[in-house]
């Protein structure tokens, strides 16, 4: 049941995904987080955050590693095929469509319809995490992470993945003070 489960969620937040990887982060979210409740938000984002540091596509990495941890290498195969299978299902139907009637106005209208959905998904998203970030770190830091986060990235071009290593860099290496007030090096227990 426990594999058909993990298919499910990853194969419905695929097909409903229309816009690529980070249009079905909320639909991941909302599966793994919400509906089976296999970790919660802090563990997501940090699922999240990580994938966002390597290379490819973000979906077929938090599938891997979402179904490994609940399911173990066949949990994440069968997360990895769920994720991409309707993919190319759809490539091959929409595609063809879309090709055929692609000067039909409710074809142009579909289109444009759907890009405010993902928007205002994507702003729920990014809501949460930030309620999630002021939890940990507070108003005053979150705004200036959030600050900081767009000016390297669109004043600077910086990736945001070099941004998140570089903080989780600094959260292992900066000294932090232990419960006996006690400098120490790295993550504090």
């Given amino acids: 049941m426990k594999q058909l489960n993990i298919f499910i969620a990853f194969f419905r937040s695929s097909m409903l995904g229309y816009g690529g990887g980070p249009s079905t982060i909320p639909l991941v979210h909302k599966e793994v987080v919400e509906r089976f409740k296999w970790m919660n938000d802090e563990e997501f984002g940090d699922v999240l955050a990580i994938g966002n540091t390597l290379p490819g596509p973000i979906n077929t990495k938090m599938a891997g590693y979402i179904g490994f941890k609940v399911g173990g290498k066949i949990g994440m195969i069968n997360a990895i095929v769920a994720t991409i299978l309707p993919t190319i299902i759809l490539m091959v139907v929409l595609l063809t469509t879309l090709v ?90």
């Fill in 100 to 189: 055929t009637f692609k000067d039909l106005k409710w074809v142009q209208g579909m289109t444009k319809a759907i890009v405010p959905v993902v928007g205002v998904m994507l702003g729920v998203l990014t809501w949460q995490f930030v309620e999630a970030s002021v939890k940990g770190l507070k108003w005053p830091f979150t705004i200036g992470h959030i600050i900081v986060g767009i000016v390297l990235m669109q004043y600077f071009h910086i990736h945001p993945g070099f941004i998140i290593g570089g903080l989780l860099l600094f959260a292992v290496v900066k000294p932090t003070k232990s419960v006996e007030g006690k400098k120490s090096k790295g993550l504090s227990a």
